[in-house]
């Protein structure tokens, strides 16, 4: 039996075919930041964001990293536009993806998985919530976005997530202008890129205002696969505002995908093949070939065709801020998610026709023991919630925030077995062509209906001690309660959990540039939906993941040096894995505690004649505090690294940028990391470098306002490297049998360039 501690390939792309919350846009929940950016609240309102260069002077009391809209507009043509861009954050391990920002990648933050970090996009929850896997390259396009910050190794008391053990992505989306203007953008680049971005401002009447936006990207992978690239978004934020502060936001996305996938290799595989080498280009169509009244065998293998993607996703809200006087303030932000009409082919798999007593091949008999299929997940779902909070101000020293979430997600999770034409390719993308047995019923791998139902009440005081002393404490406690009805099988089966989770934040200003802090967060990241299912056997309930999150930091501020420290400890309990049974299916457990341990340094500064820099390094301890144990078996990982988790984490760079003229040189060195819980297969550090280069055209006059020229340029001396952990295993040797099984990989991108055009009228 072979274990694993994370979905295989298989797995993942049948998370990835979830892709469940991904908002356009929705006013940005209160409390994200410790002070309330948008408070009209007397003697609380925020200090106003302030900048060295592009880097935003951070004043929360925990570590907290902030790409900016300029930034972004910078660095986002280097890469995908959430996991690409955040690469040069402190602490952040980025793989996968590639410039296209249609192909997924992954982040690991402080020795977190993103499975382990929750992400929100303007206080919306966007992981998915069957497999609490984000989808961060699908939020939106992020020329829709203010910002993209991270938080560290804690999230907000009032965040709206499921999975924030070990840390928090919130990503702050523009608001609509008050000038109506287009801004149109157009960009080419390596592996046929081509995407064009459009956005209209209506201007603001009479307290509306709104834009809209599309966007077209078509391209082809970087590897031999071959196959489609494309994306479609449609985006918009109306909005309406009224006295004293007040108002409401109607906020719509529609995200549509097609696209085949990248190959994550096995290191065997890397080494034996090409780097460019992608999925066979096999094809194993279900009919023909056959010969009636001969047991027929076609053995499947990989195949480009069948391993693509394709969804649907639209997302509504509806969201509101109100000043109900000088000292309270109300927000409610419902939201409503649905996806359909999609579909992922994830492998080609055999059929056997005796068992589903019918002529799958066309050959005039139904005694073929395989026939070729392509596995392929139908997903259908819809989320609906809501995140509200309630901010009192008692007096000049208490201000109290009174919250509650609320979240209801209906899935349905097919695996159908879909005919395959004779060029390879699935005969449908919505799950309309499966191959049916003597009833004409589908063949199912997996027929599931799964319910998760969350409430989340809290209460936070902000404590000004004093003018230069801050104490934040809170107190949340959550509920969630996950459903599984299995068709096939007729399994039904439930579990909840609830807990209590305290915060405390104390932040003390020593002077105008030296501030230090410190807090403390219990997070609880609770069980996949699909957990439910592996307790078929008769197992106890898994439990859910804790973590205890200490931090102690300062920060040093002028007008042209940012500088930060920080010391974290992150106590690890009940960590959840998965292994897989036999093919198809999961099951799940706690393989026991671990420990993060680390420091972080960071600095941000301006230099004469418009240069400016940045470098971090951040320095990890992250280990297993158990043996790992799995269907009576014990494997020996106490004290080995977490895999995926490099020991060291650096990036520089140098800019310059005098308003007319921009360039930056960046550079980030990714340490070893290992594989396998077991520590048994290391894969070596890398260094990559990137170069943007644009020039603006300012006040052209006329009808046109600016125009940008933009050149970026990726992976400058084309390195060839294994960029992180795809699919990890426990034990990479073949020694440990009850445990073996290969690891794979994420390749990074080769080399690739990037033009753009953009111009606002």
């Given amino acids: ?69 300029a930034q972004l507009e910078k660095f986002v043509g280097l890469d995908s536009a959430v996991t690409g861009a955040l690469k040069y954050l402190p602490g952040v391990h980025s793989s996968g993806g590639d410039a296209s920002g249609i192909t997924e990648g992954s982040l690991n933050i402080r020795g977190f998985s993103q499975d382990q970090i929750g992400f929100t996009r303007d206080g919306v929850p966007i992981n998915d919530p069957q497999f609490l896997t984000p989808h961060a390259d699908f939020f939106g396009d992020p020329e829709n976005y203010e910002s993209v910050s991270v938080l560290y190794g804690s999230s907000s008391i009032n965040a709206p997530t499921l999975t924030a053990s070990g840390g928090s992505v919130q990503i702050k989306s523009l608001a609509p202008t008050r000038d109506s203007g287009l801004l149109v953008k157009q960009n080419v680049g390596s592996n046929n890129l081509l995407r064009t971005f459009a956005r209209v401002n209506t201007g603001e009447y009479e307290g509306f205002s709104a834009w809209l936006s599309a966007s077209r990207t078509t391209g082809e992978l970087w590897d031999d696969s071959d196959g489609e690239l494309s994306s479609n978004r449609y985006e918009g934020n109306l909005q309406y505002e009224w006295g004293n502060g007040n108002r409401i936001n109607a906020i719509f996305s529609s995200f549509l995908m097609r696209t085949n996938s990248y190959k994550n290799p096995t290191l065997a595989e890397y080494r034996a093949n090409d780097y460019d080498s992608g999925h066979a280009r096999d094809i194993f169509p279900t009919r023909g070939g056959g010969t009636n009244g001969v047991a027929d065998i076609t053995i499947p293998g990989d195949s480009a065709a069948a391993s693509r993607a394709d969804f649907k996703i639209q997302t509504y809200g509806l969201n509101g801020l109100f000043n109900l006087s000088d000292n309270v303030q109300l927000r409610i932000d419902p939201y409503f998610v649905r996806v359909t009409d999609g579909t992922a082919a994830v492998a080609v798999v055999p059929v056997n026709e ?35 909070s309630l901010d009192v101000v008692l007096n000049d020293a208490h ?19 879909i005919e395959i034409k004779g060029n390879g390719k699935p005969a449908s993308i919505d799950g309309s062509t499966p191959l049916r047995d003597g009833n004409g019923n589908p063949v199912h791998f997996t027929d599931q209906r799964n319910e998760i139902t969350t409430q989340k009440l809290w209460l936070q005081d902000t404590w000004d001690i004093r003018q230069d002393l801050i104490l934040t404490a809170g107190l949340a406690w959550q509920h969630t309660e996950n459903k599984g009805d299995d068709r096939l099988s007729g399994f039904r089966g439930s579990a909840d959990y609830n807990r209590f989770l305290p915060s405390l934040s104390l932040s003390w200003q020593r002077d105008e540039r030296n501030q230090f802090y410190y807090n403390t967060t219990s997070n609880m990241r609770v069980p996949a939906v699909a957990s439910v299912y592996g307790r078929i056997d008769g197992s106890a309930k898994q439990k859910p993941e804790i973590t205890w999150n200490q931090e102690i930091g300062w920060r040093y501020s002028s007008d042209d040096l940012l500088l930060s420290a920080a010391l974290f400890h992150d106590k690890f309990k009940d960590r959840q894995a998965a292994y897989e049974q036999v093919s198809g299916v999961t099951s799940y457990f706690n393989a026991g505690d671990a420990t993060i341990t680390g420091l972080e340094l960071a600095v941000n500064g301006q230099l004469p004649a418009d240069f400016n820099y940045f470098a971090s390094w951040t320095w990890l301890r992250a280990t297993q505090d158990d043996d790992y144990s799995a269907g009576g078996v014990t494997l020996d990982t106490s004290g080995k690294r977490l895999y995926d988790t490099p020991r060291n984490l650096l990036s520089a760079g140098v800019g310059y940028d005098n308003r007319t003229f921009y360039a930056n040189f960046l550079g980030r060195h990714t340490g070893s990391f290992y594989g396998d819980l077991a520590n048994k297969e290391k894969i070596g550090g890398y260094t990559v470098f990137d170069l943007n280069l644009g020039y603006r055209l300012n006040n052209l006059g006329g009808y046109l306002k600016n125009a940008t020229l933009t050149l970026n340029l990726n992976n400058v001396f084309d390195k060839q490297y294994l960029s992180g952990v795809n699919s990890g295993s426990v034990s990479a040797d073949p020694v440990d049998a009850d445990f073996y099984d290969a690891p794979q990989y994420y390749k990074g991108a080769p080399r690739a360039l990037v033009a753009g055009i953009s111009i606002d009228i």
């Fill in 399 to 417: 201000t109290l925030q009174l919250g509650l979430w609320t979240d209801y997600t209906h899935g349905r999770h097919q695996m159908r077995v």
């Fill in 354 to 388: 005796n068992a589903v007593n019918n002529d799958l091949n066309g050959d005039g008999d139904s005694i073929d023991p395989l026939v070729t299929g392509a596995l392929a997940v139908y997903p259908s779902q819809y989320r609906i919630g809501s995140s509200n």
């Fill in 1 to 69: 039996m072979k274990y694993r501690t994370e979905f295989n390939r298989t797995h993942l792309a049948i998370a990835l075919s979830s892709a469940l919350a991904l908002p356009a846009g929705t006013l940005q929940a209160a409390g994200q930041d410790t002070a309330l950016d948008t408070v009209v609240i007397q003697g609380k309102n925020a200090a106003e964001d302030t900048y060295v260069g592009d880097s935003k002077k951070e004043v929360v009391p925990e570590s907290r990293g902030t790409l900016s809209k």
